[in-house]
């Protein structure tokens, strides 16, 4: 009885480690240099008034991030690089996943220890 939910966490953790959970780290380089890495798929910019924007598949074109506001988002979105304070990007965070995955494999086992002590009544 014991090793379906064993096996039913093993695969969740799997399925979240490929995944992934992501974070927004700040960068402490320029805004230019952040968006000429390639694989910048987002990024949030923090401006002066401490309000913030995120930006999807961002471009660097002249002096403005040119992207999209949401992920799945048709419209434009054109911030100037005069407006950022400061610019985050999405990475994956290690810790993150690994702590959900260890709460996934602490509830389950925890669900089936209970459903053990039930089996004997």
């Given at each position: 009885?014991?090793?379906?939910?064993?096996?039913?966490?093993?695969?969740?953790?799997?399925?979240?480690?490929?995944?992934?959970?992501?974070?927004?780290?700040?960068?402490?380089?320029?805004?230019?240099?952040?968006?000429?890495?390639?694989?910048?798929?987002?990024?949030?910019?923090?401006?002066?008034?401490?309000?913030?924007?995120?930006?999807?598949?961002?471009?660097?074109?002249?002096?403005?991030?040119?992207g999209h506001p949401t992920e799945r988002?048709?419209?434009?979105?054109?911030?100037?690089?005069?407006?950022?304070?400061?610019?985050?990007?999405?990475?994956?965070?290690?810790?993150?996943?690994?702590?959900?995955?260890?709460?996934?494999?602490?509830?389950?086992?925890?669900?089936?220890?209970?459903?053990?002590?039930?089996?004997?009544?």
């Amino acid at each position: 009885m014991r090793a379906v939910p064993v096996r039913m966490a093993a695969m969740m953790l799997l399925m979240l480690a490929g995944s992934g959970c992501r974070a927004w780290r700040v960068e402490s380089v320029p805004p230019r240099e952040v968006l000429r890495n390639p694989g910048v798929d987002a990024v949030r910019v923090t401006r002066f008034d401490k309000s913030k924007v995120e930006i999807w598949d961002p471009v660097l074109q002249g002096d403005s991030i040119v992207g999209h506001p949401t992920e799945r988002a048709i419209a434009r979105l054109v911030m100037p690089l005069a407006q950022v304070e400061t610019i985050a990007v999405r990475k994956k965070s290690l810790g993150r996943t690994l702590l959900i995955g260890l709460g996934i494999v602490g509830a389950v086992t925890l669900y089936a220890l209970l459903q053990e002590l039930n089996q004997g009544y």
